[in-house]
């Protein structure tokens, strides 16, 4: 893979047009300078005092954050959110994106889901993430938004290139790809094989079918039997567990290594497409989200498998350099990554 080949491939983002169907939670970061720390006259306890506010779209709203910085000509949410002030603070960040939310449902009936990380900032301006809050729905979505959100696919499929599934929610009925959501996309995918179907999925990847699936090495065995833990799995069960995967999805299967780059898998061979050395400081959050867009408008401007693998790592390789927060790429940044790289990709 050459630098005039990666431009190529760049240069098609701006006509992409992609789905985004999934999780869409919001990411609520409160910044608390911990030199302002009181103590509640009340409780004793330290009242940590909050000194700035970084909303911002998370999980399915992280891939579209991706999509949009890297140009990607249109790009649609497909999903349900809350009628609350989360879900109000979730749709300002990606209007101001320029994510169509056209499909978008909106409820009162369900919260908007939201992670809220208190990030503790010390007299040097360095900060650290406290223990964690979230908001998530521990109720199956009502079948009217599990409806709207079929529908909204269906509808969306004439205008796109690509589709990417982000299913967040680990609890299996309890998300927007929830058992029906997820057949339907599916069946479209076997209908519609020349739009790009790509799943990524915390706990569930093994129930897709027709469609590219891009879990982790830990993510690919647990969905075919796997009992033991992630730190016992080797190299070689990244190729294992993805053959099998690619065997049973009847799709390609990309398995990330993080580091240790990407394992792609089409069902009849496999490559491995190395990652990108990064330096510390770096912050995996996000990660497999800035790869996913990455791979995705690679794919749908013409690259191969194992092309859109290289373009994904680039990608990512930029955004675990924000500290503390869902980082993006652009497409400049993208470039500039690979001619630094070049040499590791020679022979894709």
């Known amino acids: ?69 890297l140009e990607t000509g249109r790009v649609y949410a497909v999903g349900v959110v809350g009628d609350d002030g989360e879900g109000y603070e979730l749709r300002q960040g990606l209007a101001a994106t320029g994510v169509d939310m056209t499909y978008l449902a909106q409820s009162p009936d369900i919260f908007t889901p939201t992670y809220i990380k208190p990030m503790l900032r010390d007299e040097t301006g360095r900060e650290r993430e406290l223990n964690r809050l979230d908001i998530k729905n521990r109720r199956p979505m009502p079948r009217a938004l599990e409806e709207a959100v079929i529908n909204g696919l269906r509808d969306v499929l004439g205008r796109v290139g690509a589709v990417i599934v982000a299913d967040q ?38 129930l897709f079918c027709h469609v590219i699936v891009k879990p982790n090495k830990f993510e690919a065995a647990r969905a075919c039997g796997y009992e033991g833990t992630e730190e016992t799995l080797t190299a070689e069960d990244a190729y294992r567990y993805g053959e099998e995967l690619a065997r049973r999805n009847q799709a390609p299967v990309y398995v990330t290594a993080g580091a240790e780059g990407i394992v792609v898998l089409d069902g009849q061979s496999a490559t491995h497409v190395p990652g990108i050395p990064v330096p510390p400081p770096i912050d995996i959050v996000g990660a497999g989200d800035s790869t996913t867009a990455g791979i995705v408008c690679a794919l749908c401007s013409g690259a191969t498998l194992q092309e859109a693998a290289v373009l994904g790592n680039c990608v990512a390789s930029v955004t675990i350099q924000q500290i503390g927060t869902t980082g993006t790429a652009s497409r400049e940044q993208v470039a500039t990554r690979f001619a630094e790289h070049s040499q590791r990709f020679a022979g894709i």
């Open 169 to 206: 929610v680990a609890e299996r009925e309890l998300g927007v790809v929830n058992d029906r959501v997820r057949d339907e996309v599916c069946t479209l995918a076997r209908e519609n094989p020349a739009v790009v179907f790509f799943a990524d999925s915390r706990a569930n990847i093994g």
């Open 1 to 69: 893979m050459t630098v005039e080949r990666v431009q190529e491939l760049l240069a098609r983002f701006p006509e992409v047009a992609v789905a985004v169907v999934g999780d869409f939670f919001l990411d609520k970061y409160f910044i608390l300078d911990a030199t302002l720390t009181e103590v509640s006259l009340e409780t004793g306890l330290d009242a940590y005092q909050v000194v700035a506010k970084r909303p911002s779209p998370g999980a399915a709203g992280t891939v579209t954050n991706n999509l949009t910085a």
